[in-house]
Each structure stands twice: as structure tokens, then as C-alpha cells.
């Protein structure tokens, strides 16, 4: 099993910084794929960015270039850095992990509310 513990959101002005962490515990060595996701109310969940075991990352059009996933992994820990926020991205914010093998299985967070609001 893999614990998922996320923090670091909250209110935040337009055009405003938040960095997102999420730190792991658990059976860490099995897991190929980090991702935050995100759900907005009346929405469905989206993917946000996703980081690699060997850092290789991907990001959704709506927050490439505003937007860098990163992972330290002596510290378990993924990261997402928002820059220049949009009421847009007003959602709650999940991480995610994800096992590959003979099935797939998701590990999720419980979630931290990210809201952009003047």
C-alpha cells in the first residue's frame, strides 16, 4: 500500500504562486508514475502533470508553462509549483500514484483546495 498526504493549498490572488507537495509513505519502490490531478466543482477530474521515476515529465495544455512538476525522492515527496494562477484553476488537487504490473493500481491523496480568487 502507498499513503498519499497533500498540502500546501489555499487562497491565493490572480496571478499569485503556490507550491503543492505530496509526500509518500508506504511501499514507495513499486510505484512508476506520480501525477497530480485536479477536480473543479461540477467537473470531472483531469489530469494535471506527471513525473516519471527518472523525472521525465508531461503537462495538461491549460498549465504548460505556468506549471512544474518535480519529485525529491530521498523525501518521498512530489511537488507542484503554480505560477501566474487563474480563477480557472480554482479545484481541489489530488495526487496520484500509480503501480504498474500484472494490473494497474491508483493510489490517491485526499486532496488540497487550491482557490483563486481576488
Known amino acids: 500500500q502507498v499513503q498519499l498526504v497533500e498540502s500546501g493549498g489555499g487562497l491565493v490572488q490572480p496571478g499569485g504562486s503556490l507550491r503543492l507537495s505530496c509526500a509518500a509513505t508506504?511501499?514507495?519502490?513499486?510505484?512508476?508514475?506520480m501525477a497530480w490531478y485536479r477536480q473543479a466543482p461540477g467537473k470531472q477530474r483531469e489530469l494535471v502533470a506527471t513525473?516519471?521515476?527518472?523525472?521525465?515529465?508531461n503537462y495538461a495544455a491549460s498549465v504548460k508553462g505556468r506549471s512544474t512538476i518535480s519529485r525529491d525522492n530521498a523525501k518521498n515527496t512530489v511537488y507542484l509549483q503554480m505560477n501566474s494562477l487563474k480563477p480557472e484553476d480554482t479545484a481541489v488537487y489530488y495526487c496520484n500514484a500509480r503501480r504498474f504490473g500484472f494490473s494497474t493500481t491508483d493510489f490517491w491523496g485526499q486532496g488540497t483546495q487550491v482557490t483563486v480568487s481576488s
Open positions: 513525473i516519471t521515476r527518472n523525472g521525465i515529465t
Open positions: 508506504g511501499s514507495i519502490s513499486t510505484i512508476s508514475l
